[in-house]
């Protein structure tokens, strides 16, 4: 393999797929953000994605200069695709990034993009796009691929190399180039997309499967819930049969799969088809923030607890566990929905960095020690902090208290005699 490497873009799923062609080649590390590519060039990775020690035995030249991109030949493009306040679909990072690698590349490049897309963005949106700022011929003076990303933020062994690649290429000779270079540092090997638009497909059909999944088993929630049924009492009886799907309830945010099966929707739509079963899906996951906080307010009244003017403790602001990604949680619509009831909540987060949660959602993470005790405790996020050291947060609860267990972590038996739980 004999390609210069550069990725754009380096997040949580850009920075490891650096970081792993970076033990074996050279490889030029792109970002807009200057302050990421010097906290990189330091050592550090404040996603937490990469150990301090897997940056320093790389090979990457971390740079925010996109002159550097015409050192390359193959270029990783791997920024995100998030989706604007109508749910629809929000290319821009996508189209800044093709701009930026088209008004540098060199002839004989092939760009491969890993960012998620509805079929057909590759060759309808971001192709146009670097031909014009390249002035170059796609096809004739360079080539594209796809190749769909599948880190999963916080996955310690699920990883960029451990994990099959999907490969596409624009002709059969550049899928084998692009085969062949993830093939360099990909152990669990690659799979030959026959086009483009299958690899598109199969990406944002993962997540879209995931998705429809927990929004039945939410949907299941909210029914047995009405029931007076413990839901995970429920999974775990079903769960012994062999082919029973192992899905839990809960909130759905994050980057993935809280916004991936809306490109899909867009792209059915556009075609003509409306997405009945996934949109469906879409709405019950996106109420369950709501749903969980009116129940909130209700379990507190009926066990004769003070509502308006009062303070809460919340364990957990990211978008699931034992990663500190804040984006699109949906954690942060329970606190909005509190807050409208009067409720002042105090939240702590083990694993989320202060300044992005104030940023992001003007809230003030405390430290434990700031927390006083209160009648109520949420928790939100299954970290292993809490879930190793649950005692002693459970200290945090008053003797009265009443414990929401979003995550299912709490055991009854941790309770003392006049504290209750409600639990998802």
């Not at 015409?70 to 270029?75: E, L, M, S, Y």
């Not at 029973?244 to 099966?261: R, S």
């Not at 469906?280 to 996106?286: A, L, V, Y």
């Not at 939100?380 to 414990?403: F, I, P, S, T």
């Amino acid at each position: 393999m004999n390609r210069k490497i550069a990725v754009v873009g380096l997040g949580y799923v850009g920075l490891p797929v650096a970081v792993a062609f970076g033990k074996l080649h050279e490889v030029i590390g792109f970002d807009i953000n200057e302050a990421r590519i010097q906290e990189l060039k330091d050592g550090y990775d404040r996603t937490n994605e990469v150990e301090d020690k897997d940056l320093a035995a790389t090979k990457i030249n971390f740079t925010s200069n996109k002159d550097d991109l015409a050192k390359a030949d193959f270029i990783i493009v791997a920024v995100p695709t998030p989706i604007n306040k109508h749910n629809q679909p929000d290319l821009t990072p996508l189209i800044k990034a093709s701009e930026t690698v088209g008004s540098s590349m060199t002839k004989g490049t092939i760009v491969v993009y890993e960012s998620t897309v509805y079929p057909g963005a590759t060759r309808e949106d971001c192709v146009p796009v670097l031909e014009k700022f390249s002035g170059l011929k796609c096809g004739e003076d360079f080539y594209v691929g796809y190749s769909p990303e599948r880190i999963n933020p916080g996955d310690k062994v699920h990883t960029f190399e451990t994990i099959t690649k999907v490969v596409s290429g624009q002709t059969p000779e550049i899928l084998e180039i692009v085969a062949e270079v993830y093939g360099s540092v990909v152990k669990a090997g690659v799979h030959k997309a026959p086009t483009i638009e299958v690899a598109e497909a199969a990406k944002v059909i993962e997540n879209t499967q995931r998705d429809v999944n927990i929004a039945l088993m939410n949907e299941l929630a909210l029914i047995f819930d009405k029931a007076g049924i413990n839901t995970k009492d429920v999974l775990e009886a079903a769960g012994t049969k062999w082919n029973f799907l192992k899905f839990t309830p809960g909130l759905v945010g994050g980057h993935c799969i809280g916004v991936d099966p809306y490109y899909l929707t867009h792209k059915a739509q556009e075609l003509g088809h409306h997405p009945e079963v996934i949109l469906s899906g879409r709405r019950i996951n996106d109420g369950m923030s709501k749903y969980i906080a009116s129940t909130i307010v209700k379990e507190m009244l009926s066990k004769g607890l003070t509502v308006n003017k009062t303070t809460v403790n919340l364990l957990g602001l990211t978008f699931k566990e034992n990663c500190p990604d804040l984006r699109n949680t949906k954690v942060i619509d329970i606190i909005r929905e509190l807050e409208e009831y009067g409720i002042t909540v105090n939240v702590h987060d083990a694993e989320a960095d202060k300044v992005e949660a104030k940023k992001f959602y003007n809230i003030e993470l405390k430290e434990l020690d700031e927390l006083d005790k209160t009648d109520l405790l949420i928790v939100a996020v299954a970290h292993n902090e809490y879930v190793e050291k649950l005692q002693q947060y459970m200290e945090l609860l008053n003797e009265n208290g009443l414990v929401i267990d979003i995550k299912g972590i709490v055991s009854d038996d941790i309770l003392k005699p006049t504290q209750s739980k409600w639990s998802l």
